[in-house]
């Protein structure tokens, strides 16, 4: 069962501009997370946000979490051929350590 | 630290075939679980395990075992290969809080004819 979905699907910006990805989901969660994954790598771990918290910061990313409306969104800034990748939310509602990935989200960077 | 090694990178199996993926990893990490990857699709949990001798299915088990028999190790088992496996498998791990920041290997891409 897919829990979270990333929209769009697919971004296409220039170099130095904001890219704005954002993540639905359909139940109560205890946290949610973003990773990256490069063409033909593993992901690598971005940001965790809590069910506590509203807005979280890291260098040029910024993740917001709206519990009322089950979603959230993740800002990069400023961005940089080498943010060229696919980004997944991971929610965490408690249920045995599983988390619940979306489809992705495909950022291109455009020089 | 190498993190979390995958081995082999690429898998081309018959169907019927047996094999087993490699994972191991380096960091101490008391959770693994293995994912797979689909076009379109959101990762898609296999099996885990929160530590030595202790394993449990995920959201896609069946033609898949594992076990851990120490904390470094999680080898998955593909019992009898099917096209329907064919996918990019990930193995991942993480320390306490279980699940938070889990740390992937660079996957094993597996072919079914």
């Known amino acids: 069962s897919q829990q979270g979905e990333e929209d769009p699907q697919a971004l296409s910006i220039q170099e130095g501009e904001n890219a704005t990805m954002n993540c639905s989901y359909k139940?109560?969660?205890?946290?949610l997370q973003w990773y990256r994954q490069n063409s033909g790598r593993g992901l690598v771990h971005l940001i965790l946000i809590r069910s506590n918290e509203r807005e979280k910061h890291s260098g040029r990313l910024r993740v917001t979490l709206d519990t009322s409306k089950k979603s959230s969104s993740l800002l990069i800034t400023a961005s940089r051929a080498a943010d060229t990748a696919s980004y997944f939310c991971?929610?965490?509602?408690?249920?045995?350590?599983?988390?619940?990935w979306g489809a992705g989200t495909k950022l291109i960077i455009k020089p | 630290n190498a993190g979390v090694t995958q081995t082999p990178k690429f898998q081309v199996l018959k169907t019927g075939q047996s094999m087993t993926l490699q994972c191991a990893q380096d960091?101490?990490?008391?959770?693994m679980s293995w994912y797979r990857q689909d076009p379109g699709m959101g990762l898609r949990l296999i099996h885990y395990s929160v530590g030595a001798g202790i394993t449990d299915q995920g959201e896609v088990p069946n033609g898949y075992n594992v076990s851990r028999s120490t904390t470094e190790d999680f080898p998955l088992r593909l019992l009898s290969a099917a096209p329907s496996q064919t996918s990019v498998y990930f193995c991942?791990?993480?320390?306490?809080?279980?699940?938070?920041?889990?740390?992937f290997g660079s996957g094993t891409q597996l072919s079914v004819l």
């Open positions: 139940t109560s969660i205890n946290n």
């Open positions: 991942a791990s993480s320390s306490p809080p279980i699940g938070e920041k889990l740390f």
């Open positions: 991971a929610t965490d509602a408690g249920s045995n350590y599983q988390l619940i």
């Open positions: 960091m101490n990490h008391e959770y």
